[in-house]
């Protein structure tokens, strides 16, 4: 099934989640030189419109990064959300919030010439998108199935490796097939950082997800969950989570100043849990 498309949901708070967690992660790892393969599973169309038929249709941007795009001015002292900020600014034309960039933007962001980026779209439609989106030299597109190619593709060409792993959960067996692919891939590359994406559900299906990896016996897990309220509250999605498999040190301490100035405002109900899922 390969019905999903993002840019229905562009930019929604689960995104400004994701893309924070991601941007800290990629930020500690860029502080040494040593050369960085990135993959991205689900990398999508890599840029959205805000002002596409698609994200006017249910504007759910408008209760995510649009809120933290009116608080900017305030926000631009943060030492993380005011620098997370000035590079969305980047790729706004002018003042005016009209564009949201997916994964491949904020991972390309930070590529330096010894890196490499494999993006991974398996829908058609989305990568045609994504392949026409402007990247560095050393990005590479690929039509196909991310998590298998993420197996295929280790060991990595480089001494580091940093995955994202975000798909859309169409299916329920996805849980399942997430933990089971990251558990193959840390037999291959032990020291990867690998960050994975989930949303909160009523059903509660994600937990097959968490239960998988800890079983599994994978050990240095930790989990932020980002709640607009409980799971009895609403209808659909009513939280994001973000798993990171062998964390940076300080990313805790970093995030939860962060998710501080986040929270208030994305709503009363709002509220945000960082720990640990496995210890070390």
Not at 5 to 28: I, P, R, S
Not at 166 to 194: F, N, Q
Request: proline share 6%; glycine share 12%.
């Amino acid at each position: 099934m390969l019905s999903y498309q993002h840019a229905y949901h562009a930019g929604n708070f689960a995104d400004v989640h994701k893309h924070l967690v991601l941007f800290t992660v990629v930020e500690h790892l860029l502080r040494k030189k040593t050369a960085i393969t990135y993959i991205d599973t689900h990398a999508g169309r890599g840029l959205y419109s805000l002002a596409s038929e698609e994200a006017r249709k249910l504007q759910e941007h408008r209760e995510g990064i649009g809120r933290l795009w009116q608080a900017r001015q305030s926000l631009a002292g943060e030492p993380l959300l005011g620098d997370w900020l000035a590079a969305l600014a980047r790729v706004q034309h002018g003042r005016v919030l009209d564009r949201y960039p997916g994964s491949p933007w904020w991972l390309s962001q930070g590529l330096r010439a010894q890196d490499r980026l494999r993006l991974f779209e398996l829908h058609p439609g989305e990568h045609g998108h994504l392949a026409h989106q402007a990247l560095p030299a050393n990005a590479r597109r690929i039509h196909g199935d991310g998590l298998a190619g993420l197996l295929q593709g280790l060991p990595a060409p480089t001494p580091r490796l940093c995955v994202l792993i975000d798909p859309s959960y169409e299916r329920k067996v996805e849980y399942g097939e997430v933990a089971e692919t990251v558990l193959k891939a840390m037999r291959k590359a032990r020291h990867a950082v690998i960050l994975m994406w989930y949303p909160l559900l009523p059903a509660g299906r994600h937990q097959a997800l968490l239960d998988g990896l800890r079983d599994g016996g994978l050990r240095k897990i930790w989990r932020s969950e980002l709640t607009l309220c409980g799971p009895g509250e609403g209808h659909g999605m009513y939280g994001s989570g973000m798993l990171v498999v062998n964390p940076p040190w300080g990313l805790e301490e970093r995030l939860a100043g962060a998710m501080a100035s986040l929270v208030p405002l994305l709503g009363d109900g709002c509220r945000h849990q960082g720990s640990w899922w496995v210890p070390e």
